[in-house]
């Protein structure tokens, strides 16, 4: 088994060092990455609470409430960021989008209007 640290970090005596590494390993990543990640885990929070988790107690984590608000929160994202994305980054974010918003609809008992479900302000209707 071994001792080292899972972070590098962590790992180092001095947490200055440790924290000026953090820094020049974040300043290395490119802004279209740390977007497209963010992008990626509100996703797939929104999925898991829309209920489309695997597994047989998928329908245990579905949570409406909690879904509109990252899918709103991933179409402001997707919104602001799409220009300096670029159609080639940005094209896979709003399908993937859409698609929680349409299992949004599917999943809700009580039918938002057109124009009015999660996120649908900033990218229009899904229906």
């Given at each position: ?74 179409a402001g994202l997707i919104t ?48």
């Amino acid at each position: 088994m071994s001792t080292e640290s899972p972070n590098p970090a962590e790992a180092t005596a001095d947490p200055q060092t440790g924290h000026a590494q953090a820094t020049r390993d974040i300043a290395e990543v490119p802004a279209v990455e740390v977007i497209t990640t963010a992008a990626i885990h509100l996703m797939s929070a929104a999925a898991v609470k829309c209920g489309l988790a695997e597994g047989p107690d998928a329908r245990e984590h579905l949570d409406l409430d909690e879904a509109r608000r990252l899918i709103s929160a991933l179409a402001g994202l997707i919104t602001a960021a799409a220009p300096d994305l670029g159609s080639q980054h940005a094209a896979p974010l709003r399908d993937g989008l859409k698609s929680l918003q349409l299992a949004f609809r599917e999943a809700s008992v009580i039918q938002d209007p057109p124009g009015q479900g999660p996120g649908e302000k900033l990218t229009g209707s899904v229906v």
